[in-house]
C-alpha cells in the first residue's frame, strides 16, 4: 500500500514537470529531459512550437518502477516525512516540481559553450553535415540544438573524450558516401567488406556523444567481462556506429588517427561470445575484427561513452 501511494506520488510530480514544461516552452531550450517529453520544431519564423510527446503511461513500467526505486532510496531513515509532505503540502510539491525543472536545466549547455570548453574535441553540427553530406530535417536539427552534458563534465572530458553530434547514418552509408569523396583509401581498410551483419546497416540514434579518445584505464590484457567490470557508472560500451561515426569525423577535422595500434572491443556482437573490435587505425585503413569475448590479448582494450543521463 505504501509503495503504491509513493509511486502515484511520484507519476503525478511527473506530469507536473511535464506540465510546468509546456506551459514555459524556453525552458525546453536548455532542458534535455524535456525533449523526451515534448517534440520541439521551428516554425516559419523561427519560433517554436510545443507538442505533447510521450506521457508516463507511454513509458515502460520497469523504467518507471527503477526510477521509483532510486526515488525512493535516497531520503534514507526520513522517506516517511518526504512522503507526507508530498501528499499533504502542494507547496512542497511544487517546490521540488520547480527544483527539478531548474536542477536540470542546469544539466545542458550550448554549442557555444561546449566548442569553447572541447576546443579542437569538440565536432560541429555544421562540420560533420558537411564531411558526410547530411541534409538533416527542423527535428533533428531542434533535438541537436542543446548539449545534453553537465559543464563540469564537458571540462573534466576536454582533453580525453570527443563531442560529437551523431545523425543517424550507418557504416555502410559512411562507406558509401566517403567511397564517392575518395576517402576509401584511408578510412576504411579492406576487412570491413566481409562484415554484413546488421550492425553494418544500423543507422542509429541521434544524439550528442562522448567518445573516450583511448582505451578505458586498464582495460587491455582482459576478458570482454573484465572490460565491462571498469565501465564506471556514467560509462556504457558504444555501438559500431556510433566509433567508426566520429572516429572518421574527428580524423577528417584533425587529420588524427585514434587507436593507430589497437583494438578496441564494442557493443556489437557478431554471435554470442563475440563482440566487435575497431581500431589499427593506420595508412591501410579503419580496420574491424571480431574478438572472442574470453580472450586476453595486449592489444585488445575497451571502448567507451558517457552517457548524458548520468
Not at 572541447?118 to 538533416?136: A, Q
Amino acid at each position: 500500500m505504501f509503495e503504491t501511494r509513493f509511486l502515484g506520488r511520484f507519476i503525478r510530480l511527473r506530469n507536473l514537470v511535464s506540465t510546468e514544461t509546456r506551459r514555459n516552452p524556453e525552458i525546453v531550450c536548455s532542458n534535455p529531459v524535456a525533449l523526451e517529453i515534448i517534440l520541439k520544431r521551428p516554425t516559419e519564423n523561427g519560433r517554436m512550437i510545443m507538442s505533447t510527446g510521450k506521457s508516463w503511461k507511454d513509458l515502460p513500467a520497469g523504467v518507471v518502477n527503477a526510477a521509483f526505486q532510486r526515488l525512493l532510496g535516497r531520503p534514507g531513515g526520513s522517506v516517511g516525512e518526504v512522503v507526507d509532505c508530498i501528499n499533504t503540502d502542494p507547496r512542497y510539491l511544487m517546490s521540488v516540481v520547480q527544483f527539478m525543472i531548474n536542477d536540470i536545466c542546469r544539466l545542458s549547455v550550448s554549442q557555444e559553450q561546449a566548442c569553447l570548453i572541447m576546443g579542437k574535441n569538440y565536432l560541429s553540427v555544421d562540420r560533420v553535415v558537411e564531411l558526410f553530406g547530411i541534409k538533416p530535417t527542423k527535428k533533428q536539427l531542434a533535438l541537436l540544438e542543446v548539449v545534453p552534458f553537465a559543464e563540469a563534465t564537458l571540462r573534466a572530458c576536454k582533453d580525453t573524450h570527443i563531442l560529437a553530434p551523431v545523425f543517424p547514418l550507418s557504416i555502410s552509408d559512411i562507406i558509401e558516401y566517403t567511397n564517392e569523396v575518395q576517402f576509401q583509401y584511408y578510412c576504411f581498410s579492406n576487412d570491413w567488406c566481409h562484415y554484413k551483419g546488421n550492425f553494418t546497416k544500423d543507422k542509429g540514434k541521434i544524439g550528442w556523444y562522448l567518445l573516450r579518445k583511448e582505451p578505458i584505464n586498464g582495460s587491455m590484457n582482459k576478458t570482454w567481462c573484465g572490460q565491462n567490470e571498469l565501465l564506471s557508472g556514467d560509462e556504457e560500451s558504444p555501438t559500431a556506429q556510433v566509433m567508426v561515426y566520429i572516429i572518421i569525423a574527428y580524423f577528417l577535422t584533425t587529420e588524427e588517427t585514434l587507436f593507430k595500434y589497437i583494438w578496441v572491443r564494442c557493443a556489437d556482437r557478431k554471435e554470442d561470445n563475440i563482440h566487435y573490435a575497431i581500431g589499427r587505425f593506420n595508412e591501410l585503413g579503419l580496420g574491424i575484427i571480431s574478438s572472442l569475448d574470453c580472450a586476453r590479448e595486449s592489444w585488445y582494450g575497451m571502448a567507451s561513452i558517457i552517457n548524458p543521463k548520468h
